[in-house]
């Protein structure tokens, strides 16, 4: 069974720092793409973030361009995000998706989020 | 950039009848990559639909989806209590970044 288990979520002030974890199990971790999404309080989806399986690809959203970095550990079967200059707008639940293994983009399995808060 | 716009925001409908949600894209949707997802409270989205129309695996027949170039529709033939939710589109054939509706809530009348 597919598992995403994302970790590292909390309350931040504006301009800190925050590092999620998303721990992945019951797949060849290393065969596959993964992605950031986040879901600000009540509102819809943004995609963040993807890598490929060797971290030769890495995209970004424009919103989070500069100050997040996404990196994962094939050998840990772990996948992060690294949130620096954090802003109240970056207010979210944060989500790692899996990339189907032949359809570029297309997000088969989530975790349950972990929320991250930015506020004074 | 491909944005999604989505109708209606809310849908009040009851169990048994039938539900026809609608996805709009602001240019073609290349290949028909379109998918659709399904979120309920606290929970993360579930894959529904890919490439249009093919169901992902586990998802009951109910469930059916439609339309290529700008105009895609998901429809759910008879609604099953456990269907209320809110439902994202998504594009996925011109990316990055890869984009979403804004959601339709699809709520108990």
């Known amino acids: 069974e597919v598992q995403l288990v994302e970790s590292g979520g909390g309350l931040v002030k504006p301009g800190g720092s925050l590092r999620l974890s998303c721990a992945a199990s019951?797949?060849?971790?290393?065969?596959?793409?993964m992605n950031w999404v986040r879901q600000a309080p009540g509102k819809g989806l943004e995609w963040v973030s993807s890598?490929?399986?060797?971290?030769?690809?890495?995209y970004y959203a424009d919103s989070v361009k500069g100050r997040f970095t996404i990196s994962r550990d094939n050998a840990k079967n772990s996948l992060y995000l690294q949130m620096n200059s954090l802003r109240a707008e970056d207010t979210a639940v944060y989500y790692c998706?899996?990339?189907?293994?032949?359809?570029?983009?297309?997000?088969?399995?989530w975790g349950q989020g972990t929320l991250v808060t930015v506020s004074s | 950039e491909i944005v999604l716009t989505q109708s209606p925001g809310t849908l009040s409908l009851s169990p048994g009848e039938r539900a026809t949600l609608s996805c709009r894209a602001s240019q073609s949707v290349s290949s028909s990559y379109l998918a659709w997802y399904q979120q309920k409270p606290g929970q993360a989205p579930r894959l529904l639909i890919y490439g249009a129309s093919s169901r992902a695996t586990g998802i009951p027949d109910r469930f059916s989806g439609s339309g290529s170039g700008t105009d895609f529709t998901l429809t759910i033939s008879r609604l099953e209590p456990e269907d209320f939710a809110v439902y994202y589109c998504?594009?996925?054939?011109?990316?990055?970044?890869?984009?979403f509706g804004q959601g339709t809530k699809l709520e108990i009348k």
């Open positions: 998504q594009q996925y054939g011109s990316s990055p970044p890869t984009t």
């Open positions: 019951g797949f060849t971790f290393s065969s596959y793409s």
């Open positions: 890598i490929s399986s060797s971290s030769s690809y890495i």
């Open positions: 998706a899996r990339e189907h293994p032949f359809l570029e983009w297309l997000l088969d399995y």
